[in-house]
C-alpha cells in the first residue's frame, strides 16, 4: 500500500543523544513535512521541503535540523535531545506545495528522559 | 500571525444524533480551509477543504463544512454521526493562493455513545 512509513513507532532516548526519526514515502510527493503533536497544542510544524534539494523553517524548528536529499526521504534529526521534545512526530507529504492536502504517516511518539 | 481556534475540546453525541463542531479563524485574507480527522494511533486524514466558490463543501465520511466569511468560522456538520466516526477532529488554514505550511486548531476529541 502506498503512503509514509515512519520509524521507529516509538523510541525513549536520554536527554543529550542524538536521535534520526526516519519519514520514506512512495508517492512521488514533491513536498515533505515534520509536525509534532503535543496535548492542547495541535500540530505544530518543525521543518518543511517544497522540493529535493530544499527546506524551510516552520513554527517550532529550534533544536531540530532535516535533510532532503532524494524526493523520497525527510528524516527529522534531533542533535541533543532535551525532555521538551517528548512528543509524538508525524511526517506528511503532499503533491505539491499548494494542494492543501497531506497525506500523514502513523507517526512516531518520542519519550526524552 | 494566523490562528485557528476550536472552542471545544470534547464532545459527546448519541449516535444517529446530528453533530456540529466549530472552528474560528483568524487571518488577514480568507485563507484555505481544510478539516481533518484522527483515528486513535493514526495520521490525520483529510475530510474536505475550502478553497474558493460555493460556501459549502462536501466531504468524505458524510462531513459537510460551511465557510461564513462574515464569522470567519468554518464548521465541520454531520446529520448522523455513526459510532465510527469517534476521534479527533482538526480544523486548519493554510495561506490563500496555496502554500500547504498549515496552521492546526487543538482539536476536538468527539466521543460517540451508543
Known amino acids: 500500500i502506498a503512503g509514509i512509513t515512519q520509524a521507529p513507532t516509538s523510541q525513549i532516548l536520554a536527554a543529550g543523544r542524538r536521535m534520526t526519526l526516519r519519514c520514506t514515502q512512495d508517492?512521488?510527493?514533491?513536498?515533505m513535512y515534520w509536525y509534532r503533536q503535543d496535548l492542547g497544542l495541535g500540530l505544530r510544524l518543525i521543518h518543511y521541503s517544497n522540493t529535493a534539494g530544499t527546506t524551510g523553517k516552520g513554527e517550532v524548528p529550534d533544536g531540530y535540523s532535516v535533510s532532503r536529499a532524494n524526493t523520497d526521504d525527510f528524516p527529522l534529526t534531533l542533535a541533543s535531545a532535551v525532555p521538551s521534545q517528548t512528543s509524538v512526530y508525524f511526517c506528511?507529504?503532499?503533491?505539491?506545495?499548494?494542494?492543501?492536502?497531506?497525506?500523514f504517516g502513523e507517526g512516531s511518539r518520542l519519550t526524552v528522559l | 500571525a494566523q490562528s485557528v481556534t476550536q472552542p471545544d475540546i470534547h464532545i459527546t453525541v448519541s449516535e444517529g444524533a446530528s453533530l456540529e463542531l466549530r472552528c474560528n479563524y483568524s487571518?488577514?485574507?480568507?485563507?484555505?480551509l481544510f478539516w481533518y480527522v484522527q483515528s486513535p494511533g493514526q495520521g490525520l486524514q483529510l475530510l474536505l477543504k475550502?478553497?474558493?466558490?460555493?460556501?459549502l463543501v462536501q466531504g468524505i465520511k458524510g462531513f459537510e463544512a460551511e465557510f461564513k466569511r462574515s464569522q470567519s468560522s468554518f464548521n465541520l456538520r454531520k446529520p448522523s454521526v455513526h459510532w465510527s466516526d469517534a476521534a479527533e477532529y482538526f480544523c486548519?488554514?493554510?495561506?490563500?493562493?496555496?502554500?500547504?505550511?498549515?496552521?492546526f486548531g487543538t482539536g476536538t476529541q468527539l466521543k460517540v455513545e451508543l
Open positions: 508517492m512521488r510527493h514533491n513536498a
Open positions: 487571518y488577514g485574507a480568507t485563507p484555505y
Open positions: 475550502y478553497f474558493s466558490g460555493d460556501t
Open positions: 506528511a507529504s503532499s503533491a505539491g506545495a499548494n494542494t492543501g492536502e497531506l497525506f
Open positions: 486548519a488554514v493554510g495561506p490563500p493562493g496555496g502554500g500547504n505550511k498549515l496552521t
